[in-house]
Structure formats: structure tokens, C-alpha cells
């Protein structure tokens, strides 16, 4: 009788849990770390489009139709509250009202901003998500903006075309940037996992570097539950930031009042998705040499025949 009750409460537990596994607690190590994702959030986080991924040259193509983008109201601030958060994985900006909106840039529609948030390295050698021929930089910007046609970012999230993320690399520099410096004024008040304050908004394009140059893939969000529901644009121009204001973002805390950092998840198979660029570049693969490497393969096929003959 004991046993059948202890297998009765095993088997409730079990399905009391069970609905609260995936979404359940998440870290970059550890027993939940990012090796066990795809194991924890198995309905996302194992797919096969899966973010970040290494930007690496012989993967990319040229595309001469990647538009230039618009971005309406990054400079408008009025009537804007910004909530700055430590919420125990990174550092973000929830951006409550306002029109700051993105099109343009071949998104195929019209992208409201919801927040920006970033991710970093305990040191500089490494902290960004995407990669740029395997080689990181010390940290990433990602401005998350969803469709508007959804309505809602909540409404959105159950469609393919449900965000476009906008990416920036930081690089060090000798020079404070004064942007940044009006964000990391408010990071005493954010110290500890949970915290939020409310901050004065800046012009959005001030953070920013330039946006003409630009990879295009898709792929999904790099944080659980890893949805595969993102329009990705990772710039090439990078922002500049100093050591000391990078040491700013290292001096959060966590939920467990450990130091946030490396939080970046490492990247993730192509899996043959197109990764297409903005730009040219010398070392991009070419869509012609594509159609040239047809060729050759079409003309030995057919020589190999005739020779059979
Ligand atoms: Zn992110």
C-alpha cells in the first residue's frame, strides 16, 4: 500500500512538473546551462535554424537587393518611458510606448522597437553571440522589434516573421562614448538580479554605428525557448566602447549574486540557411561562381557520358 502511494504522488509530481519544463529556469552553465538547452526547451532550442551563428566569409553571398534601412522616430523620445532592467541574464532597456519603428532594409514590413539588451564577455577576447569568421568581440547589441501587423510583441511570437533583431559588435576604444555613458549611469541602480529603474531615453541612432553595411539570415532567439521567429541583421560597423565601461557591464549581478558574464550563447550549425550580405567583399562566396561551379559540374557529367559512348 505504501509503495502504490509513493507511486501515486511520484507519478503527480511528475505531472505537475512535467508542464513546466520547458520555460523553466535557464543559465549559461551549470546543470541548466547552454549544453542543456536544446535537452530543457526541446521544442526550439533543437531545431535546425537556431541563432547566433558564425558569420564566416565563404558562407556569405552578395546581395545587390539588400535595401538601405529607415528608421522612423529613433530620434523622437517624447512621451517615451524607458525601464532599464538587470534581469538576471543581461542588461536591458524596455522602451513602454512610443514609434520607434524600423522598415526598409528588405524586412518585407514595418518593426516596432520593444527593448535592447546586451551580451558580454568576462574579458574582451570574447561576449558577442554572432561571430565574424569565428572571431568574437567583446560585446553585442540587440534592438528587438516586433511586426506590427501582429499588433502586440506578445501577439507576434507564434509567427515565423514575428521579430527583427537588429545586431551591432562593440570594439574597444581609448574614448568613453558618451551614448553608453548616459545608459551605465543608471547601472548602480540595477546592480542585482531583478532590479529596474527608470532612465531618460536617448536618441536610439546615437547608440548606434553605421547601418549600411549588413548580414541578412533566419533564425531564432538566442536565449530560451530559442523561437525560430527572427529576421536577423548583424551590422558590420561596430560601436566603440572603453575598457572601463566595459567593466561596468561585468560588475552586474545575478539572481545568485554571481557576476553576469559570458553571457553569450555559443553559435549554432548554418545547417544550409543563405547568410547574405549588403556588401561585397573579396572573400564572400559568389553567386556567380555558384552558377560557374554548375557549369563545370554539368559539362564533366556530360563528357563522362560521351565517353561512355
Ligand atoms: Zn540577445
Redesign the pocket.
Known amino acids: 500500500m505504501a509503495s502504490s502511494y509513493f507511486a501515486l504522488v511520484v507519478l503527480l509530481l511528475y505531472l505537475v512538473r512535467t508542464p513546466f519544463a520547458e520555460g523553466a529556469e535557464w543559465t549559461y552553465t551549470g546543470e541548466h546551462g547552454v549544453d542543456q538547452w536544446a535537452k530543457d526547451f526541446p521544442s526550439y532550442c533543437s531545431g535546425q535554424s537556431q541563432s547566433p551563428i558564425d558569420l564566416e566569409a565563404s558562407q556569405v553571398t552578395y546581395d545587390s537587393d539588400l535595401q538601405p534601412f529607415t528608421f522612423s522616430n529613433f530620434d523622437n523620445t517624447n512621451g517615451i518611458t524607458w525601464t532599464l532592467l538587470n534581469n538576471g541574464h543581461a542588461a536591458q532597456v524596455s522602451i513602454g510606448s512610443g514609434t520607434m519603428q524600423v522598415s526598409g532594409g528588405s524586412l518585407g514590413g514595418t518593426y516596432q522597437v520593444a527593448q535592447f ?1 546586451f ?1 558580454w564577455g568576462s574579458d574582451s577576447t570574447k561576449g558577442s ?1 554572432h561571430t565574424v569568421n569565428g572571431l568574437a568581440y567583446p560585446m553585442e547589441l ?1 534592438i528587438v522589434c516586433f511586426n506590427t501587423k501582429y499588433g502586440n510583441i506578445g501577439d507576434s511570437l507564434a509567427n515565423p516573421d514575428a521579430l527583427a533583431v537588429l545586431g551591432f559588435f562593440f570594439e574597444i576604444s581609448s574614448n568613453t562614448n558618451p551614448t553608453m555613458q548616459k545608459l551605465l549611469d543608471g547601472f548602480p541602480n540595477i546592480k542585482y538580479g531583478g532590479n529596474q529603474t527608470s532612465m531618460t531615453p536617448f536618441a536610439l541612432t546615437n547608440m548606434m554605428a553605421g547601418s549600411s553595411r549588413y548580414f541578412r539570415y533566419r533564425g531564432g532567439l ?2 530560451p525557448t530559442c523561437n525560430e521567429i527572427v529576421t536577423w541583421t548583424v551590422f558590420r560597423d561596430t560601436i566603440k566602447i572603453s575598457e572601463t565601461q566595459m567593466n561596468a557591464f561585468r560588475m552586474l549581478l545575478d539572481t545568485q549574486n554571481n557576476e553576469i558574464v559570458n553571457n553569450y550563447r555559443p553559435v549554432q550549425p548554418l545547417n544550409g540557411r543563405s547568410i547574405r550580405a549588403s556588401y561585397d567583399d573579396e572573400n564572400f562566396a559568389s553567386a556567380s561562381g555558384l552558377v560557374f561551379n554548375s557549369l563545370v559540374l554539368v559539362s564533366s557529367y556530360l563528357v563522362s557520358c560521351m565517353c561512355r559512348f
Open positions: 539588451h551580451h553571440e540587440h538566442t536565449t
